[in-house]
């Protein structure tokens, strides 16, 4: 399968964005899919992901900004940005997950299949 992320951009401190992940090649169905963003020099982190089955969370530093949501049948994950800060500035990657685990967020570790990441750029 191969994800692409895009609708990044830059947006001023309180608006917002939202990314798209598409899956093309096969179906995502049956995965996880996880949202991590990168700065320069730092490691992937966790921002969020969603279930096969639907259940989702989020990293406690976008909770009550961002959401996400899955269109089964477009094969497709949106990861919902609102409030943007111009802490959120970061590459965002999309990925499918080998392994969803319901106690712990979803660790770079656990990737099945990255998608090319979208830059977003926040203002203050």
């Known amino acids: 399968v191969q994800l692409q992320a895009s609708g990044g951009g830059l947006v001023q401190a309180g608006e917002s964005l939202r990314l798209t992940c598409a899956a093309s090649g096969a179906t995502i169905l049956g995965y996880g899919v996880a949202w991590f963003r990168q700065v320069p020099g730092q490691e992937r982190v966790f921002v969020g992901d969603?279930?096969?089955?639907?259940?989702?969370r989020v990293s406690d530093s976008v909770k009550g900004r961002f959401t996400i949501s899955r269109d089964y049948a477009k094969n497709t994950v949106y990861l919902q940005m609102n409030g943007l800060k111009p802490e959120d500035t970061a590459v965002y990657y999309c990925a499918t997950l080998q392994v969803y685990d319901i106690n712990y967020a979803s660790t770079p570790g656990q990737v099945l299949s990255w998608g090319k990441g979208t830059q977003v750029t926040v203002s203050s």
């Open positions: 969603i279930a096969s089955g639907g259940i989702t």
